[in-house]
């Protein structure tokens, strides 16, 4: 078959290296192709945009299959140009394409289709922006409304940065403003003819620059196929494909063809499975990259019939296309200052090593051959390809591969697929995760679950944490607007970043009982508690609702700051992650310590350790204080510090006058906005914020029982290998660690003599 390919990235390479494999003698041009592809099919100087360019070279080429792999030919129109003209094209017109091209089009289609998705608002002018800002509160999500290269979006608890996207991206066109969602995300491809929808097999890609999800979004650094772990909550990886199927993907294309748009190519679907079911976050128009680097390797069926079939209306003559037994990982290579503008020209080299390792490929993106040389041309340069039996295997094979490449100023991430069980197969059974499955991701009631929170009168629901609700008065548009906050304290309990079933039985009320005592106990220390009983009727602030009486024993009322994104950690003695630390680097967080410490040895003098605070749902990250002092500037990372170390000593005298050891713990701090004053926020000294020892039992190094959730942790990492779905807690562990909570708070709160 003759086929032409449009497009010049590692999702053109990848789609090649699947003909090619066929063993067929496909006759293959790229339009315009890379310096990869040219190495292995013919390329052609055509611009894949120009819709008369592309017809008129398919026809005097005598081209039987055109298939488009970027998204914007198809939005030029491209496919409807071939179509036109008679030619197979494996691609949507621009009619069905703006699916991708608009995302308000997009949820238009959703909602009347019935296609489970999120809240949005579209906004053109920054009045509609604000509005929109006010309506969502935080966590912020943005996006452009038109084709960003998987650049126009943000997700952000800063309403400032919020606002400067949405502006920066007005210049292009409308906003979308989306209500956030909360869960792992999976990209699922489907073939269309315009009627019959095949699925190919579920990926999962990495969005963010650098490792751990931090970083600026990109489009894309790296991917693994099958998903394992999607049996831990769906029963099986097909079970989870015919839901999205019955669900999402079939009533989209009849929603399409019955508006006269038949869809016409590949769907993808960029789905997040939160605790509420699976919700869509986009659709593309075409295959996803770096995801088709890893789903196209593992794919037995040959993929030349697929596209013929769904350019021609016949994929109701085909089965369900078969996968391999293997998996697939892929590690994207980036130039220098990516995503921004990219460093280009510079030389790639050891390419040859790199592939002369067992079930290595690469799939080129932005190279040129020039005099001899393999030069990198733009941002993603290629994608190492690795499969393997297992996970394990695979991620050796790229990472072994990766190290072979040289590309100066060079960016990559070292996490692909890491949290995936190495010994996870594609085989149904397999279980592993890269992220929690739904079912024990997250509380009922956790960020975008859609969950029912318990209606409190005068109050609305914003925002929850992994064990913390937030309310803002009903007439409040935002946080950011509001008098006061509401925070309602859950009997939740989280461990290894995920939320436990059962809850810790009253613990809500515990720990707000025991941050209410140290708040009255740190007299002198700005707090955020407005005047009032939380059991008093009349409120606080004028304009404020009563706290409802279902709610206020575990709830505070507490005035707006504006949070620094610092959690101030105060060590007083080696344990934990500290201890592990100092193990390896004789220093915890940049701070020296002596030598010869033991586990739980107290420190000659408490030391300051900070954190920064991530983006919601990515792990806190250990900094240095000339780090927050580049973050918040010297002066208030001089009082973070100071103010952390003179409460943690303050803390420590009481808790010692009763037998209690306070080995850690965290704080963090919000600036009033009336005064700017650096005042004391969230909940304080509680077992969930801090380590506390009985001091009789206390025995310097040798690990203690602490009055905190160490019960749980260590029944978890016992049995539990941090992957898939967590177990259920025992009934006996439950109890266990309720009680270590009550006798803390006793002995605590006792009257002393």
Known sequence: MKILVLGSGAREHAIVSALLSEGAEHEITVAPGNAGIAAVVSVAPLDPNDPEAVTNFANAHSIQLVV???????????????????????????????????????????????????????ASTTAEVEAALDEFGAPYVVKADGLAAGKGVLVTGDRAAALAHADEWLAH??????????????????????????????????????????????????????????????????????????????????RLAHEGTPFIGLLYCGLILTTSGIRVIEFNARFGDPETQ??????????????????????????????????????VLASENYPGTPVTGRPLTGLTEAESIDGVHLAHAATVAQDDRLLASGGRVLSVVATGGTFGEARSRAYSALSKIQLQGGQARHDIAERVDETA????????????????????????????????????????????????????????????LLVVA??????FDAVLEPGIPSKGVLLTTLSRWWFDNLAGFPNHLLDGSPHDDTPAVD????????????????????????????????????????????????????????????LPLPIYTPAFKAELGDHDENITYERTVELVGSEAAEALRGLSLAIYARASEIAEE????????????????????????????????????????????????????????????????????????????????????????????????
């Open 68 to 122: 488009i792999g970027p998204e914007a030919p198809l939005v030029a129109g491209v496919a409807d140009a071939l179509r036109t003209r008679g030619i197979p094209v494996f691609g949507p017109g621009a009619a069905a394409a703006a699916l991708e091209g608009s995302k308000t089009f997009a949820k238009r289609i959703m909602d009347e289709a019935g296609v489970p998705t999120g809240r949005a608002r579209r």
């Open 173 to 254: 066109g409308d906003v979308l403003f989306e209500e956030f969602l909360d869960g792992p995300e999976v990209s699922l491809f489907f073939l269309s003819d315009g009627h019959t929808v095949l699925p190919l097999s579920p990926a999962q890609d990495y969005k963010r620059l650098l490792d751990g999800d931090q970083g600026p979004n990109t489009g894309g650094m790296g991917a693994y196929s099958p998903l394992p772990w999607l049996a831990d909550g769906f029963g099986s990886e097909e079970a989870f494909v015919d839901e999205v199927l019955a669900s999402i993907a079939l009533p989209t294309v009849r």
């Open 294 to 331: 890893v789903v196209l390797p593992r794919l037995v069926t040959p993929l030349s019939g697929l596209l013929f079939a769904s350019a021609t209306g016949t994929l109701a003559d085909h089965q369900r296309p078969e996968f391999s037994d293997d998996v697939a990982v892929t590690v």
């Open 425 to 484: 197969t594609a085989a149904p059974a397999a279980a592993g995760a890269d992220a929690a499955v739904p079912a024990a991701s997250a509380a009922s009631d956790v960020p975008g679950a859609e969950q029912e929170l318990p209606p409190l009168a005068g109050w609305r629901h914003v925002y929850s944490g992994k064990v913390r609700d937030l309310y803002v008065p009903a007439e409040a548009g935002s946080v950011d607007s509001a008098a006061a």
């Open 490 to 495: 859950s009997d939740r309990v989280s461990a």
């Open 543 to 602: 304009g404020v609702p009563p706290v409802p009486e279902q709610v206020a024993a575990r709830s505070m009322l507490v005035k707006p700051l504006d949070m620094f994104p610092i959690e101030c950690v105060v060590r007083g003695y080696l344990s934990g992650s500290g201890w592990l630390e100092y193990q390896a680097t004789q220093s915890v967080c940049g701070v020296p310590l002596p030598a010869g410490l033991n586990d739980g040895d107290r």
């Open 658 to 753: 009763r037998g209690i050891i306070l080995a850690d713990t965290k704080f963090e701090f919000g600036a009033d906005r009336q005064t700017g004053e650096i005042t004391l926020a969230d909940e304080v000294l509680t077992s969930d914020s801090s380590r506390y020892w009985d001091a009789a039992a206390y025995d310097s190094g040798n690990r203690t029982a602490s009055f905190d959730k160490q019960i749980v942790r260590n029944w978890l990492a016992a049995n539990w290998n941090k992957v898939g779905t967590p177990p259920t807690l025992p009934a006996e562990i439950v109890e266990r660690t309720a009680a270590r909570y009550r006798e803390l708070i006793d002995r605590l709160t006792a009257p002393t003599e």
